[in-house]
């Protein structure tokens, strides 16, 4: 089936900087797409997302990009504290004829240094 | 309330038990999820279930056998498990089923099978 793939398995990046964790998805069909953040011991937290009709959408220091034209997903975390450090998914939710089901990506593990 | 919750945290089960997890929801939601997630795995989708009916099984093993008593909970109830159906068990819930709806998890209950 279409599954949403992930660049880099793990990120590290020191307090204060930016962090950009990549994501490619494979099903043109898809119209949402979610990021989400999990903590060791915990369930995935909702970070931010965006549809398909969009190109970009702003959170709290957090920022998503979508380039429909190379399936490609990115999140974008300014100034990044040691609280971020987590795995990251991204997740895309198939069309109807799937079921609109939600099909995460393999995870980036995002490391803080201070 | 935007909160699901799960119980137990942790379970510990011979391959002869059988036993019952636990998910609750009150944010009037009338999706809800079971997914399975395996260390450094992302989560895999189980069952779905919309307006209490059971509307997605992804070929789940029958030793598994989800359960929507209500609007708000929801059971998954375990027999002769397999070691290998030891995993972190999630539980999410969203306003429905189709569309852009974000997925709430809970934090999910830790399960050994030995």
């Known amino acids: 089936g279409e599954s949403v793939g992930l660049h880099l398995p793990t990120l590290s990046v020191q307090e204060g900087d930016n962090s950009i964790i990549n994501c490619a998805y494979s099903?043109?069909?898809?119209?949402?797409f979610i990021w989400y953040k999990q903590e060791s011991g915990k369930g995935p937290q909702f970070i931010i997302d965006i549809r398909s009709n969009m190109d970009k959408r702003q959170g709290q220091r957090v920022t998503v990009l979508l380039n429909k034209t190379v399936k490609h997903l990115s999140l974008q975390i300014a100034a990044t504290q040691p609280g971020d450090s987590a795995v990251y998914f991204c997740?895309?939710?198939?069309?109807?004829?799937?079921?609109?089901?939600?099909?995460f990506g393999a995870g980036t593990i995002l490391r803080v240094k201070s | 309330d935007t909160e699901v919750t799960q119980t137990p945290k942790h379970l510990v089960m011979g391959m002869t038990n059988k036993k019952s997890l636990k998910c609750e929801q009150h944010?009037?939601?009338?999706?809800m999820y079971w997914y399975k997630q395996k260390a450094k795995k992302p989560p895999e989708l189980m069952f779905v279930?919309?307006?209490?009916?059971?509307?997605i099984n992804e070929s789940v093993p029958s030793r598994f056998s989800p359960e929507c008593p209500n609007s708000s909970l929801l059971n998954l109830h375990l027999h002769a498990l397999q070691p290998e159906d030891s995993a972190l068990y999630l539980c999410a819930s969203s306003l429905r089923t189709s569309g852009t709806y974000e997925q709430y998890f809970g934090p999910g209950t830790r399960l050994t099978v030995t």
């Open positions: 279930y919309s307006y209490e009916k059971l509307s």
């Open positions: 099903n043109s069909a898809s119209d949402y």
């Open positions: 997740a895309e939710e198939g069309p109807r004829e799937y079921g609109n089901k939600l099909v």
């Open positions: 944010m009037g939601h009338r999706a």
